[in-house]
């Protein structure tokens, strides 16, 4: 690595992420691999990954359409696992684990019910009114621009109580 290794690598939960990432979504692997952070052989590494993981894809698309249902390939079943994920991610990112456990086993029943929900509604919504497929990833845009958002907002909130603990002593 070029200068020390992100703070993230340092916790448990951020080194799962890194693999998981590695393994199934190398796409965010490699635009988390910043320069300032990895060598540039590392960096080549990801962007070599990407691109066999990329051409495993198109290579054996049809195999993988044989054996899956075909809901599981739609746009819908795929914004629906994109936005469950990042939203998982996300609530990883900003709650202690042992909360997150408890929340989500609470929270399996009411999901599963509202995912049955949000297929029928996509379904009459993509026969009725055609022009609002694109918003179909919304969510998931509005959950990257949160992930991007997380630490900008978190360093502000800190420099503000920083501040404002000095205001105070003084």
């Not at 698309?61 to 054996?67: I, K, N, Q, R």
């Not at 939203?87 to 990112?93: A, G, M």
């Given at each position: 690595m070029d200068i020390a290794s992100p703070k993230d690598l340092d916790t448990r939960r951020g080194r799962i992420f890194f693999w998981i990432g590695l393994a199934f979504l190398p796409l965010f692997w490699v635009w988390w691999?910043?320069?300032?952070?990895f060598s540039r052989r590392q960096r080549g590494m990801a962007w070599g990954w990407l691109a066999i993981y990329t051409a495993g894809l198109v290579f054996w698309?049809?195999?993988?359409?044989?054996?899956m249902p075909p809901w599981a390939v739609s746009y819908p079943g795929i914004a629906m696992r994109?936005?469950?994920?990042?939203?998982?991610?996300?609530?990883?990112?900003?709650v202690p684990f042992d909360l997150f456990v408890s929340m989500t086993i609470v929270s399996v029943d009411a999901l599963a019910s509202s995912t049955v929900l949000a297929l029928i509604t996509w379904n009459r919504i993509e026969n009725t009114m055609p022009y609002?497929?694109?918003?179909?990833?919304?969510?998931?845009?509005?959950?990257?621009?949160?992930h991007l958002l997380l630490d900008p907002v978190r360093n502000w909130y800190r420099e503000r109580q920083s501040s404002s603990l000095m205001e105070l002593s003084e």
């Open positions: 691999m910043t320069p300032r952070y698309h049809e195999a993988v359409l044989g054996f994109l936005n469950l994920a990042l939203f998982v991610w996300f609530v990883l990112r900003c609002l497929k694109p918003l179909i990833f919304a969510p998931a845009v509005v959950l990257a621009v949160m």
